[in-house]
T-cell receptor
């Protein structure tokens, strides 16, 4: 199992550009989430999904879109990047019954100039 | 609303010292789950422990131990005989879900262990 994979690992954008952060898991987990990590603030939940076709907002959803067309994939879209979105983004997956924890991807470090 | 507070921003110790990382949480749920994660300088998140709200038994795993006290809403983490490899950021987290879905994280405590 590859676990949770994220691409790219690093990305630099200019203000106003759009892009998609990719996340995939091969553990057949129902739940997937996106978090952002800013210095001194821990991780904050952006969006989450309880299954294919179902998504909902977390704590800090503004400026981001998600979709879940398959169980495996949960991409995060930045519609018009802003410097405030400079952060490290983590994708995570979990199963309601079968896991003790969320499994986190390695993260994507995004810089918006 | 749920909240996790890690009041210690940074802690610096000398190798072989014991160190305790504090975690205080707030929730109205009667069923909840508490977690500790380690984030080493390489940046990945490493799961350390999960504790559910009905299990107040303290746990020990090698040099790591956890003290869960519902009466004070605390879930503290102690490293005994610290080592340089323990240097990392440690996060305490709270979830209403057994798998840690939709987790609320504390701000983290950065631990420096000097040789």
């Amino acid at each position: 199992n590859a676990g949770v994979t994220q691409t790219p690992k690093f990305q630099v954008l200019k203000t106003g550009q759009s892009m998609t952060l990719q996340c995939a898991q091969d553990m057949n987990h129902e739940y997937m989430s996106w978090y952002r990590q800013d210095p001194g603030m821990g991780l904050r939940l952006i969006h989450y999904s309880v299954g294919a076709g179902i998504t909902d907002q977390g704590e800090v959803p503004n400026g981001y879109n998600v979709s879940r067309s398959t169980t495996e994939d949960f991409p995060l879209r930045l519609l018009s990047a802003a410097p405030s979105q400079t952060s490290v983004y983590f994708c995570a997956s979990s199963s309601l019954i079968l896991t003790d924890t969320q499994y986190f991807g390695p993260g994507t470090r995004l810089t918006v100039l | 609303a749920q909240k996790v507070t890690q009041a210690q921003t940074e802690i610096s110790v000398v190798e072989k010292e014991d160190v305790t990382l504090d975690c205080v949480y707030e929730t109205r749920d009667t069923t909840y789950y508490l977690f500790w994660y380690k984030q080493p300088p390489s940046g990945e998140l490493v799961f350390l422990i999960r504790r559910n709200s009905f299990d107040e038994q303290n746990e020990i795993s090698g040099r790591y131990s956890w003290n869960f006290q519902k009466s004070t809403s605390s879930f503290n983490f102690t490293i005994t005989a610290s080592q340089v490899v323990d240097s990392a950021v440690y996060f305490c987290a709270l979830s209403e879900d057994t798998g840690g879905f939709k987790t609320i994280f504390g701000a983290g405590t950065r631990l420096f262990v000097k040789a």
